[in-house]
């Protein structure tokens, strides 16, 4: 199985300053074929189905504002939201899609303002 | 437009077979690359993969949840199926589906989900 670690759990970020969320897969995610990290993040607000932000470790999604990026390679992974927003509020998912056999979320940062 | 609607009973009895539907529009569950996954989430706790259907008919299963869920699709009718036998209260959750559309990209498009209570 592939265990994918999440951290911090939750964290409070004032208006305007940056957010950092990490994820540890507990085996790498790169594809040697393409050289791509198999690894999405992902947004949820309540009472909504998640959202993607970013696929392949760096890659935004269409439409995704620029102060989300993504960072990392491997097993190591990094979400910055560079200058939060008040509609950033929500709990934020990485998602490792490498494995053959399974898919595999993190368990969830929840992101609030300080 | 690519859009999906999970459907299926909002209670079921413990050690009972649940069985949800995902019909898809905007996208044939035939075409290459393409992929149907379920993913659930029990009330304030995170999101939990289940299972997931290629165009091809690859499946894959949760370790955990294997012995009890089985996915399939009808590309005639556009719907993918889960079921999950035996089920238990802590299997009480929203189960959303979701669609990949290149099998080197994740889950893009999702489902409002539908919540399932399980209880006696």
């Known amino acids: 199985d592939i265990v994918m670690t999440q951290f911090p759990e939750s964290l409070a970020v004032s208006l305007g300053e940056r957010a950092t969320i990490n994820c540890k897969s507990s085996?790498?995610?790169?594809?040697?074929?393409?050289?791509?990290?198999?690894l999405a993040w992902y947004q949820q607000k309540p009472g909504q189905p998640p959202k993607l932000l970013i696929y392949?470790?760096?890659t935004r999604d269409s439409g995704v504002p620029d102060r989300f990026s993504g960072s990392g390679s491997g097993t190591d992974f990094t979400l910055t939201i560079r200058s939060l927003q008040a509609e950033d509020v929500a709990v934020y998912y990485c998602?490792?899609?490498?494995?053959?056999?399974?898919?595999?979320f993190g368990q969830g940062t929840k992101v609030e303002i300080k | 437009q690519i859009t999906l609607e999970e459907s299926g009973p909002t209670l079921v009895k413990p050690t009972q077979t649940l069985t949800l539907t995902c019909s898809v529009s905007?996208?044939?569950?035939?075409?290459?690359?393409?992929?149907v996954g379920w993913i659930r989430q029990p009330p304030g706790k995170a999101l939990e993969w289940l299972a997931l259907?290629?165009?091809?008919?690859?499946?894959r299963y949760s370790p955990s949840l294997r012995t009890r869920l089985t996915i399939t699709k009808d590309p005639s009718k556009s719907q993918v199926v889960l079921t999950m036998a035996n089920v238990d209260p802590v299997d009480t959750a929203t189960y959303y589906c979701?669609?990949?559309?290149?099998?080197?990209?994740?889950?893009?498009?999702w489902g409002q989900g539908t919540l399932v209570t399980v209880s006696s």
């Open positions: 998602l490792q899609h490498h494995s053959s056999l399974e898919w595999t």
């Open positions: 979701a669609t990949t559309v290149a099998t080197n990209l994740p889950f893009d498009y």
């Open positions: 259907i290629f165009w091809n008919d690859d499946k």
């Open positions: 085996h790498s995610v790169l594809k040697s074929s393409n050289n791509k990290d198999y």
């Open positions: 392949w470790a760096s």
């Open positions: 905007g996208l044939s569950l035939s075409t290459s690359g393409v992929g």
